[in-house]
T-cell receptor, first 110, second 115 residues
Framework: GENVEQHPSTLSVQEGDSAVIKCTYS??????FPWYKQELGKRPQLIID?????GEKKDQRIAVTLNKTAKHFSLHITETQPEDSAVYFC?????????FGTGTRLQVFP | ETGVTQTPRHLVMGMTNKKSLKCEQH?????MYWYKQSAKKPLELMFV???????ENNSVPSRFSPECPNSSHLFLHLHTLQPEDSALYLC??????????????FGAGSRLTVL
């Protein structure tokens, strides 16, 4: 079955800096790669997703890149703000089953 | 009521109790999921129901028993749990199409404590 690894587990940045979180997956048939943000005490919410027919997708300050050959994908957050502080999860899916990475706790210091 | 609703939000039970978690989605989705969230394994897939049929049972112990009577409702029946089963149980739903997986919408979770 699918296995998703995520790094780093914690990430601290200064406000205004960029943050990058990386994930690798094992199942070459996976074709859907979402990223979720979970603030303390709240439910995970989708922030951006990408399908395997696209190499990069951007939405304002966040972007995701996908390298199918290497089986890895990354989340990029530019001009970080304190409200970006949360746990971020990547996931990979083939068919109806989403397998999540272990999460990255991002702290943005003002 | 919109989105995905889970009840109860908090549950404390003894190891010999029988209880159930309930999830209801109002999004017209065709797939529902149970995930377990704990410090050890942040988002661990337990069960998937697609068009009310169970398509995935991720080697979950039989003390957890799912039930999906229709595409809008999902239950997790709990029986003779262990303290290590204490966790946040998240329900989610999605619209699975021909292209496969799609966005998951999560409920707020049921915080379970097993004494």
């Amino acid at each position: 079955g699918e296995n998703v690894e995520q790094h780093p587990s914690t990430l601290s940045v200064q406000e205004g800096d960029s943050a990058v979180i990386k994930c690798t997956y094992s199942d070459s048939a996976s074709n859907y790669f979402p990223w979720y943000k979970q603030e303390l005490g709240k439910r995970p919410q989708l922030i951006i997703d990408i399908r395997s027919n696209v190499g990069e997708k951007k939405d304002q300050r966040i972007a995701v890149t996908l390298n199918k050959t290497a089986k890895h994908f990354s989340l990029h957050i530019t001009e970080t703000q304190p409200e970006d502080s949360a746990v971020y999860f990547c996931a990979a899916a083939n068919t109806d089953k989403l397998i999540f990475g272990t999460g990255t706790r991002l702290q943005v210091f003002p | 009521e919109t989105g995905v609703t889970q009840t109860p939000r908090h549950l404390v039970m003894g190891m010999t109790n029988k209880k159930s978690l309930k999830c209801e989605q109002h999004l017209g989705h065709n797939a529902m999921y149970w995930y377990k969230q704990s410090a050890k394994k942040p988002l661990e897939l337990m069960f998937v129901y697609n068009f009310k049929e169970q398509t995935e049972n991720n080697s979950v112990p039989s003390r957890f028993s799912p039930e999906c009577p229709n595409s809008s409702h999902l239950f997790l029946h709990l029986h003779t749990l262990q303290p290590e089963d204490s966790a946040l149980y998240l329900c989610a739903s999605s619209q699975v199409g021909r292209v496969g997986a799609n966005v998951l919408t999560f409920g707020a979770g049921s915080r379970l404590t097993v004494l």
